[in-house]
Each structure stands twice: as C-alpha cells, then as structure tokens.
C-alpha cells in the first residue's frame, strides 16, 4: 500500500506504456471483474490524430453548464495526473487519486496471477471508469488514447462518436496511410450510435460512408464552417446560421467546436437533452486549454502543443495570420515522430530554430534535429530553460516566440513562464 501520492504514481508510470494488443478482451476481463464500472453512465466517444482535446473540453463545458454531472477524460496530462481524471468542475484530488491508485494496485496484483500485465494507459482508464461509476456521473466525455479500435477505452457504448481528424501520426502502430489510420479510428463506431466528423479527404469519404452504413450509424458530416475571422483574444465564426466566439486561437478551433455543436444537437435530438444555443455559445466561448496556441508574454511567447506534421502545419499557419512578426522557433520532439518532415515546415516558416530536448525517456535528441535543418540560423540547448532565454536574448521587437513540438515540452515551458 502506497502512503504518498509520488510513490503510488512512480508505481504507475514504470507500468509499461503499451501494449500490441489483438483485441479487447484483456481490458474487458478486467472491468467485469471490477462490476463493469464503465456501463453505469452515459459517454461520449472521441478518436482523431488532431483536435480531441479541444472537442473534448468543449463538450465537457458544455454539458458542466448545463448542470449534468459530466467526467473529462484526457490525455496527457501538461502539469500534473490530475488532469486526466476530470469530474463536476474538478480534477481528481491527491487523496481520490492515491485511494484509485492503491485500489488498482491490489487488483492488478490479483489480475496478473491469470493474465497479461495492464499497461499504463490501460490501468489509468479503469481509474477513470471507477471513480465517474463512484461519482455518479451522469455522462463522460472519453477521449481515445492512441488509434482506436484497440484502444482500451474502445469498451463503451457511447451516445454518440466523434472522428476530429485523421493525419499521419503513430503509423508504427495505426498504419502509413489515411485510409490505414482512418480504419482504426472507425473502429469506435458502434451499431446504431451517431458518428460526426468534419473529415472531407475526398479518398476518405467512401470509407466512412460505408463503415457507418454498414454499422447503422447516422453520418454527421460537418460542413459549412463559415466566416473564420482570428482575434488578438480568440477565433469567431458561423455555423448552421449561428455566430459563435471561441478563446481558443486557430484556423481550425472552429471544426472541433462545430463537432461539438453537432454533437450536442445530437444529444437533443435522439436522446431528448434539452441544451440550449445560447448555453452552447457561452461554455464555447468559456473554455479555455494551457498549451493549445496559448499567448503568453503579452503576445510575444506562444505554446502550442501539436506534435505532428498537419498539426505543426495548422499552428504554423494560424501564427502567420494572427502575427506578422517573424518566428523565432523553440522546438522538440519524440524520437519516434516524424521529425525530418516536421522540421522541414520549421525551415519554411521560422527565421531561428532552436531544438532543445525534452525532459522525457523518448526524447529525440536536439543535435540529430540540428543536423537535418536546412536554415543557416539554427542552434541547440539542452534544456527548455536555457532555451527560452536564449530566445529571449535573440528576440527583437519584430519577432515572436513559439514553443511547440511536445505536450511534454510545452508543460516544462509553461511551469517556467507562468508563475
């Protein structure tokens, strides 16, 4: 039994990270032996390489402020576990956490004498599941960790599914292709739920088309995003003959919010919620997410947490029409992402480049970065610390600051910048 918060979550953390599962039947074991938690609310499913996070909170604040009893789940995390585990306005506090953890730690202990080991991700949703079924939620917003048809919270039935995007990312493990990664995110569709998504790859459309026909599932594409204007202080646009203004920055923020609209239209149609626009626009306009195109520094620093080439691209292109400053880029990554195209981009939009590493076991080293980039203003740090200062001494009144390329790394940023 674990007594401090630090030793229980330690104990997590060296789980292992995952798994190449077949199937589902490891997870699903688990939770019937723990009284299927996971079957006592309502949820909403989320998969998509870009845009769960923001569709996911979007929801969230949206179902909060209309008083339902509504859990986040999310991942990762940018500061603290906590985070992942959300529930009525609140993170998990230390005292649940350290009870869920020693709790699941005994199970695991019994679980494993007849089983595989559960990895970290799949320990850490069954905490989830647990303590929504204790709390009494009345619905959760589950977003998938990685893929989708494997991934272990692909055990609910949820109200309705979201597919928010589909781009390159994990292919060691999803596929290199659109239409490989885009079957695995399908696999959250079940029969007779709802799918929306504003997916619109013309090779893609097929496929989506009939994996819904085929699953009985009512297709809500999200189309006519219109009247995309970006702010100092947020992003508006139109959809479906409504205005809405959002905190979040990005060219983009408004197709995961329009996800979320269409989904809660949804809830109100097939399920009889009884959720106004006008609450709609306000929990929209309400949420906000550390890390996502944040500005800091009075408009000079910006983090973003995008790690993947249409991600990168996306943030890119929103900071060239939100600033006409130059781009001083701080950025590092995984080693297992594709870096040689994502620091291609870099080379096209930024004037300096600094790689620094992350403070991470799977860090790319920043030298290997360096080595590939084809910009003649490039330098390396070894840490985010000394790299934001040195980016600092660069800076002059023409150029901004953009941190990004990890979750990982913009957590460690945003410790240092916002004190």
């Not at 845009?51 to 929801?59: C, P």
């Not at 048809?149 to 060691?172: G, Q, Y």
């Not at 195109?293 to 939100?322: M, P, W």
Request: charged content about 25%; some cysteine; hydrophobic content about 35%.
């Amino acid at each position: 039994m674990f007594i401090k918060l630090d030793d229980a979550l330690n104990w997590l953390y060296t789980r292992k990270r995952f798994d190449r599962r077949t199937d589902l039947s490891i997870i699903e074991d688990a939770l019937k032996l723990l009284g299927n938690p996971e079957k006592s609310f309502k949820a909403i499913h989320i998969a998509g390489t870009n845009g769960k996070g923001s569709t996911s909170k979007y929801l969230y604040n949206i179902l909060k402020n209309n008083n339902y009893k509504v859990g986040l789940f999310t991942s990762p995390h940018v500061l603290k576990f906590n985070e992942r585990i959300i529930f009525d306005g609140e993170m998990i506090n230390d005292d649940d956490l350290l009870e869920l953890i020693n709790y699941i730690y005994d199970f695991n202990e019994a679980f494993m004498k007849s089983h595989e080991t559960l990895t970290f991700f799949e320990l850490t949703t069954i905490m989830a599941f647990l303590y929504y079924s204790r709390k009494k939620a009345d619905i959760a917003v589950i977003e998938c960790g990685l893929g989708g048809r494997l991934d272990a919270t692909n055990v609910i039935k949820p109200l309705v599914s979201i597919i928010t995007s589909i781009s390159k990312d994990h292919m060691e493990v999803l596929g290199n292709s659109y239409k490989k990664i885009l079957k695995e995110k399908l696999g959250i569709v079940k029969i007779g739920v709802p799918l929306v998504t504003p997916v619109d790859r013309e090779e893609l459309m097929d496929i989506i088309k009939d994996y819904t026909y085929n699953h009985n599932s009512e297709l809500h594409l999200v189309r006519n995003v219109r009247s995309i204007k970006l702010k100092d202080n947020g992003t508006s646009f139109t959809y479906k003959g409504e205005s809405y203004d959002l905190s979040l920055i990005g060219m983009y923020q408004p197709y995961n919010a329009a996800s979320a609209i269409e989904a809660i239209d949804i809830l109100n149609e097939k399920y009889h919620y009884n959720i106004s626009t006008e609450s709609v626009k306000k929990a929209l306009k309400e949420t906000v997410i550390p890390g996502r195109f944040e500005v800091l520094d009075n408009g000079n620093i910006i983090l973003d947490g995008g790690h993947n080439e249409d991600a990168l691209n996306k943030c890119l292109q929103t900071l060239s029409r939100y600033s006409h400053k130059n781009i001083i880029s701080i950025f590092g990554c995984m080693k297992d992402k594709d870096y040689h195209t994502m620091v291609k981009i870099l080379d096209k939009f930024t004037t300096l480049q600094i790689f620094t590493k992350v403070n991470y076991p799977r860090a790319l080293d920043p030298k290997e970065l360096l080595s590939i980039s084809l910009n003649n203003n490039k330098f390396t740090c070894e840490n985010i610390e000394e790299a934001i200062k040195f980016a600092k001494k660069k800076r002059t009144k023409n150029d901004i600051i953009i941190i990004h390329g990890s979750l990982y790394l913009v957590s460690e940023a945003r410790e240092l910048l916002v004190r």
